[in-house]
């Protein structure tokens, strides 16, 4: 029997923050997990450090289910954005070393493939209309059958999904939280036109999604869902904040556009009623958000029962251990919906090298043993932790609100 005989955290920042836990076998095989979390990456990595892993040592790195439970039931404090995403990246470094000892990529231990190939959408950021649009263009000329459209707000200064500068959007800034500013107002008066136009531009067959950020009250989004249904999106997602299961209800009885939840949900339990009473379509919950492949496995296959399918989260914050993590599952269930893609900066590839490709739209996971992913020690000491704050946001007159 193997065991675990060490464990460590690496936290780098190459092009931004990320959490990787590297647990070692006294057999010589190793595991990766990513516990990043988002601005607040340093409670997880003490976390880890000072919880999780003295735990660990001498255990039998196989006991995959068991070690889960033993986390999650043992800690006594159940749940939560930090303990949750700590799990997750146990979770992912086991079911690495898992099938790295038995020679095999990590979609064939979870069934083997339920699909040729994973849809993935792209982000389209676009800092007015007609810029958009040409965004969304260039991801169509790329290959991408499905597209999340975002764009700057007329009379909004600075808001979700809109880089400063022209080219990649990464929400997380350095030094202390900056400030956004929204207006519901003229956010619903402007998406409709947005839509529109991308439908006349580009006609009825590309997917387009839209990412309200959970801006919106549960009326609002009626209006906003009912309004953009002409233009048949593929989803809306995070209309309103998700706390409140029950206030899908009122969204449902306004409109059939899709909806999509989920991205900062951590367990089953966080979305058990919005699954039950088939309020949403698809759910977000990535692999580090929502405990590992482990519990992500429970969360799909109750989802399936409801006809709600998977839209995994995979924003750059997610390390490319939780993107690989991510594609072996994509492959391997039946209620797959899609994949989020946001690719990782250049210089997170010269820290992470990844079996994982993209081609004309779709992803695959690759052949490699266990998750096919592997971290550059000498490469992420050159890039330290740098403290980064996602922004916060404020309405017109200065009220705190979500962002
Ligand atoms: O860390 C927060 C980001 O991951 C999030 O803002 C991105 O909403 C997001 C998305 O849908 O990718
Ligand atoms: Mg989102």
Redesign the pocket.
Known sequence: MAKIKSAKVIVCSPGRNFVTLKIMTDEGVYGLGDATL??REKAVSSYLEEHVIPCLIGRDPSQIEDIWQYLYKGAYWRRGPVTMSAIAAVDMALWDIKGKMLNTPVYNLLGGKSRDKIMVYA?ANGKDLSDTVEEVGRHLEMGYKAV?AQSGIPGIDKT??VPKDKGRYE??EKGLPKEDQWSTEKYLNYLPTLFKTLRDEFGDEPHLLH?C?HRLTPIEAGRLGKEVEPYHLFWL??CTPAELQESFKLIRQHTTTPLAVG?VFNSIWDMQELISSQLIDYI?TSIVRGGGISHMKKIANFAEIYHVRTGF??????SPVTMASALHFDLSINNFGIQ?H?PHHEITEEVFSRSYTFEDGFMYPGDAPGLGVDINEDEAAKYPYERAY?PVNRKEDGTMFN?
């Open positions: 988002n601005g982000h999340r979700y999904g929400p997380a990412d950020h997602e995070d991205e977000r989260h995979g924003a750059t914050d997610l989020e946001m996602l962002w």
